[in-house]
């Protein structure tokens, strides 16, 4: 398994070649969407480099679950529900959900995915 500093250049090298941005803006705490300008699309180009360059297989779905975000069992008015937070946390044990738990807008999610959240989900598919 590699180390974690290993994994956080690889993914790092991954998010500067799918989205154009320099090696110093891909920090730890760096969103996804908020602050590396990361568009729907570019996720499918993410999730391909990761899946090369760390061997692994990500499902649709995985890393982000859409299909909850999606369910109105699970989001009304574009915020989700309590149980839809439930789903979230068990389909997300990689991020930290709890910035998201406070203002819940289906919209904010992505925008509040990090860096950090990326390499937990790295670690977490090599862990499986």
Not at 10 to 30: I, M, Y
Request: hydrophobic share 40%; proline share 4%.
């Amino acid at each position: 398994m590699p180390s974690q500093d290993e994994i956080f250049t690889k993914v790092q090298e991954a998010l500067v070649d799918a989205l154009g941005v320099d090696e110093d803006e891909v920090t730890p705490e760096a969103t996804l969407q908020g602050d590396l300008d990361a568009e729907s699309i570019d996720f499918l180009d993410i999730v391909f480099r990761l899946e090369k360059s760390f061997d692994i297989k990500i499902e649709r779905g995985e890393l982000f679950p859409e299909d909850i975000l999606n369910d109105t069992a699970y989001v009304q008015d574009g915020k989700v529900n309590a149980d839809g937070i439930v789903q979230l946390k068990q389909r997300m044990p990689f991020a930290d959900l709890s910035r998201f738990e406070a203002n819940p807008q289906v919209q904010n999610l992505g925008k509040q995915l990090t860096v950090a959240d990326m390499c937990a989900f790295v670690e977490y598919k090599l862990a499986t």
